[in-house]
């Protein structure tokens, strides 16, 4: 089923989709409404905060890829974490992601987050198809449970949208691009 695409090139989920459609299918609106906020800005732009906060769209990218590696990758299948990741001292540096993106080249940041993206998409549907959405990840919670597929979708669609509304404040205030 082909998806309709709005003026911002976001592909409106399915008004009719099975759930594994409807929630790919807004993710994947939720990515591209991301990928609207933060794309054609310089190094300097991407690194500016709005105060008080310091979170930057830079960060914002940084931080989301890392989140897509950690669920779809991490989560789900258990192996070592990939780099730049792994090679972080997390007890140190908590926020690492967010304070190491100033520094990055602006197209190596959309880069970084548009492979982990694609290597989500690949990850959910190879879960999606192999269990469906009950199946839980490998990784569990120290009571020993388990999110299934279908949170982990949901929880992304929700990091997402909390984000998209970050970057829509950082974007006007660095250039006066608004929208919804």
Not at 9 to 33: H, K, N, S, V
Not at 63 to 89: K, Q, T
Not at 105 to 132: C, F, M, N, Y
Request: charged residues 25%.
């Amino acid at each position: 089923m082909a998806a309709d695409i709005d003026e911002h090139g976001r592909p409106e989920p399915p008004l009719d989709g099975d759930e594994w459609e409807t929630l790919t299918g807004f993710l994947d609106y939720q990515r591209a409404t991301f990928a609207w906020k933060s794309t054609g800005l310089s190094a300097e732009q991407l690194a500016r905060p709005l105060p008080p906060s310091a979170m930057t769209l830079g960060g914002l990218m940084k931080h989301l890829a890392y989140v897509e590696d950690d669920w779809f990758g991490c989560w789900r299948h258990d192996p070592p974490r990939r780099e730049p990741w792994a090679s972080v001292d997390w007890g140190a540096t908590p926020d690492w992601e967010w304070e190491s993106a100033h520094d990055d080249d602006p197209e190596a940041l959309k880069e970084l987050w548009e492979q982990a993206v694609t290597r989500a998409q690949i990850a959910a549907e190879a879960a999606h198809t192999s269990g469906g959405l009950a199946q839980p990840t490998r990784r569990h919670w120290p009571d020993g449970r388990a999110p299934s597929l279908r949170w982990v979708l949901t929880h992304m669609i929700e990091e997402y949208a909390r984000h998209n509304g970050h970057a829509d404040l950082i974007r006007e205030a660095i250039d006066g691009q608004v929208g919804e």
